[in-house]
Structure formats: structure tokens, C-alpha cells
């Protein structure tokens, strides 16, 4: 049982380019979501998808987008990437039922030069 | 911002209990207080969950205050795998999440 998977593991982008980072989960999940972990802080929460086919803002969404492509998969992208966005990225699913816990993968870490 | 507020780091000697402690004095009737861990950086574990009960599983205890305005966790015969940083959380449904900086706990030989 995977759980929660999460590619690319690491990742080096120019200011200014593209990329999408993919998390996926096999544990029938109906909610799923994208954080950042800044150096020596805690994790924040960018966009989650808390049933397949809806998306909602977290605390830092600027910069982001995301598309839940089934009900497995959950795909973060940068459109234009900058140095700010410098961070390590981790995907969570839950099953949607009240007050379970989220369960996370082993995070993207991305460096943008 | 976390609703939370946790020492920044805390020492244990290998196999006696440690009792990491959380601040929530605002927490609502109907949040629910989440303990996970990373270690290094790695995913954050999902420890133990609870709303007003005290909740035991394999890993740990949580003890809640009656008045839910703090909470304990407790590992009971910590070991040097126990090393990481323990964030407690507090959310009404399971979505929004806030983590604070937690607390660095490190286990001592």
C-alpha cells in the first residue's frame, strides 16, 4: 500500500518557467490537499479539494494552481515560477468523513533559481 | 495563523515518557486537537486525534484538559526514533490545517 505518492521527489527551475507536481493516493480518499514547507517553519496550506471535482483556496494560494483529475490525483502547478516559491511541497489525502486525520506524503523539494 | 502554542523543543532521556505539552484557549466546541510529527524532513506522521476524551492507540496517549484549553501528548518509553518535531493541531472538520513551528524533541541515550 503506497498511500500517499508524490513525484517529482526534487526538482531545479529558472525563475519563470513551468511545472506541474503530481501527487496521487490509493487509499480511496475523497479529500485531498497541497502544502509548502518553508525553511525551519511549519507547513501551510495552499489549495485543497475536499470532493472530486471542487477546489478551494487555503491560507497561501497566489502563485498556484491546481486541477483534481480523478478522484486519486491532484496535481499542483506554477505557472511562472519564482525564488519565492523556493520550498519543500507535500500532498495530503483524507477520506472526507468529519474530524479524520490527513495523511501525507514524502513531499516534492523544489529550488528555483 | 495556528491556533496553538507549543515550547519550542524539549529534551527526554531514551525510554522514560515524554509529555509534550499544547496550549489551545481558544479552541471551539467543535475542534478537534491533532498531533503529528516529522522527522527530519520527511511527511508529517499522523500521531493520535481527539475532541474531549482521552485517546490512547499504539503509538501514544493524549490527555485533554476537562476545560479543552490545553492538551498533553505522551509517548511512553521514548526512543532515539522519537526524535523529531511534534506540531499539535486544532481543525473543526479535518480540512484547514494550521501548523505552527511545533516542538523539536529530541531523545537523549
Known amino acids: 500500500n503506497a498511500g500517499v505518492t508524490q513525484t517529482p521527489k526534487f526538482q531545479v527551475l529558472k525563475t519563470g518557467q513551468s511545472m506541474t507536481l503530481q501527487c496521487a493516493q490509493d487509499m480511496n480518499h475523497n479529500s485531498m490537499y497541497w502544502y509548502r514547507q518553508d525553511p525551519g517553519m511549519g507547513l501551510r496550506l495552499i489549495y485543497y479539494s475536499a470532493s472530486e471535482g471542487t477546489t478551494d483556496k487555503g491560507e497561501v494560494p497566489n502563485g498556484y494552481n491546481v486541477s483534481r483529475l480523478n478522484k486519486r490525483e491532484f496535481s499542483l502547478r506554477l505557472e511562472s515560477a519564482a525564488p519565492s516559491q523556493t520550498s519543500v511541497y507535500f500532498c495530503?489525502?483524507?477520506?472526507?468523513?468529519?474530524?479524520?486525520?490527513?495523511?501525507f506524503g514524502d513531499g516534492t523539494r523544489l529550488s528555483i533559481l | 495563523d495556528a491556533k496553538t502554542t507549543q515550547p519550542p523543543s524539549m529534551d527526554c532521556a531514551e525510554g522514560r515518557a515524554a509529555n509534550l505539552p499544547c496550549n489551545h484557549s481558544t479552541i471551539s466546541g467543535n475542534e478537534y486537537v491533532y498531533w503529528y510529527r516529522q522527522i527530519h524532513s520527511q511527511g508529517p506522521q499522523y500521531i493520535i486525534h481527539g475532541l474531549k476524551n482521552n485517546e490512547t492507540n499504539e503509538m501514544a496517549s493524549l490527555i485533554i484538559t476537562e476545560d479543552r484549553k490545553s492538551s498533553t501528548l505522551i509517548l511512553p518509553h521514548a526512543t532515539l526514533r522519537d526524535t523529531a518535531v511534534y506540531y499539535c493541531i486544532v481543525s473543526p472538520t479535518g480540512n484547514q490545517f494550521y501548523f505552527g513551528t511545533g516542538t523539536s524533541l529530541t531523545v537523549i541515550p
Open positions: 495530503a489525502s483524507r477520506t472526507g468523513f468529519p474530524n479524520q486525520p490527513q495523511h
